[in-house]
């Protein structure tokens, strides 16, 4: 009886979390992951220092623009080094260099005045027509979203920001995306590895 009660609750439990065959995630115009740690599970160290692949230096993609107004005016280059796509989420790594003169991130590119993220940016699917905005680590108006924070990033000429955001990746076929970062603009045709 125990057994039984046990698998019923196991079973309950699997679909409501869409893990029974058969089974899908939700659909729409936009996607939006709402929660990573039901998509993948954190490595221990032991596990990262084996399976981490080396990090790629060579951006795939790049742009540069004019940036900013006032004294917080000046030239950027955004350089993707990686779009990759792991299970059911795609890690984005870029980084933002001043060229010339001063660049804002501490505001430049989250969803509000006083959001000092990057969870503006999102992926454009150009073959399904959808937009893919950064994931966030719950639901409600305190999930946070699961990127990189910009508080305090105000870069001279030559300095220098990495950053990431996670995404619900896009169907397999898909193997190139849009990036629409705030400020840089859009970086057409970034290949997902």
Known sequence: MRKTIALAVAAVV????GMLPGQQGGGGEEKQSQTVAEQ?????????RQSAPPQQTEPIATRETQVGAGDMYGKARADITALKRQGRTVSLNWTVTATD????LHNGMGTAALDFTVSAVSLID???????????????????????GTQGQFLETGEASTLYAIFAAPPPDVTKVNVEMPMI?????VPIS
């Open 14 to 17: 699997l679909t409501g979390c």
């Open 40 to 48: 993948q599970s954190t490595p221990t160290p032991a596990e990262q």
């Open 101 to 104: 003169g001063k660049v804002n």
């Open 126 to 148: 150009p073959v399904n027509a959808k937009r893919y905005r950064v994931a966030r680590n719950g639901t409600g108006e305190d999930a946070k979203c699961v990127c990189s």
């Open 185 to 189: 603009g859009v970086i057409t045709d």
